[in-house]
């Protein structure tokens, strides 16, 4: 049975801000240079969580319902788990998605301290890349909680450091 061109649409993802938080910024670099600092693990360490935390990455592997496993450390040798989650879609240069609601073993998760589910957008502007992390959850409480628990700090500080690698 063939899709009309109707239900092969994909649903509103709208911005709700009552349940979703949002980080934008202009980097001034390419979209593949942000795409490779997204996907290589070697690049993912250097910047997606706030220095002096030392990030491991163990499971990305890049395609809808693939593992995405990192886990953190604060002194470099005993590591704790950071983000276990599952990629739900991958555009290459373009668009990430991925969700902690389901562990990378495909079991439902209840994740501290919220479930979100996480999409990366990435578009040509006139000074460099427009990027977008939209972090959506649950209900208003999950929302509030993050943003509570220093969400704009503490993505931003990663936002900047991400933009300081691809930049330089």
């Known amino acids: 049975m063939a899709l009309s061109s109707d239900s092969a649409r994909e649903p509103d993802r709208a911005i709700d801000p009552d349940r979703d938080l949002l980080i934008e910024r202009v980097i001034r670099a390419p979209r593949e240079a942000i795409w490779e600092a997204w996907t290589n693990p070697a690049q993912l360490v250097q910047w997606w969580i706030p220095k002096p935390l030392v990030l491991r990455v163990d499971a990305l592997d890049l395609r809808p319902g693939g593992a995405f496993v990192t886990r953190m450390s604060e002194d470099g040798q005993t590591f704790v788990p950071h983000v276990d989650a599952v990629f739900l ?7 990430l998605v991925f ?3 389901v562990d990378s073993t495909w079991h439902p998760a209840l994740p501290a301290p919220v479930a979100m589910t996480t999409e990366i957008i990435l578009g040509d502007g006139e000074a460099g890349t427009d990027y977008r992390a939209i972090v959506r959850h649950a209900d208003p409480q999950q929302r509030a909680a993050h943003e509570e628990l220093g969400f704009f700090e503490g993505w931003g500080t990663v936002t900047e450091a991400l933009a300081r690698l691809v930049e330089d």
């Open 89 to 95: 879609r991958i555009e290459e240069n373009d668009r």
């Open 99 to 101: 969700t902690n609601a």
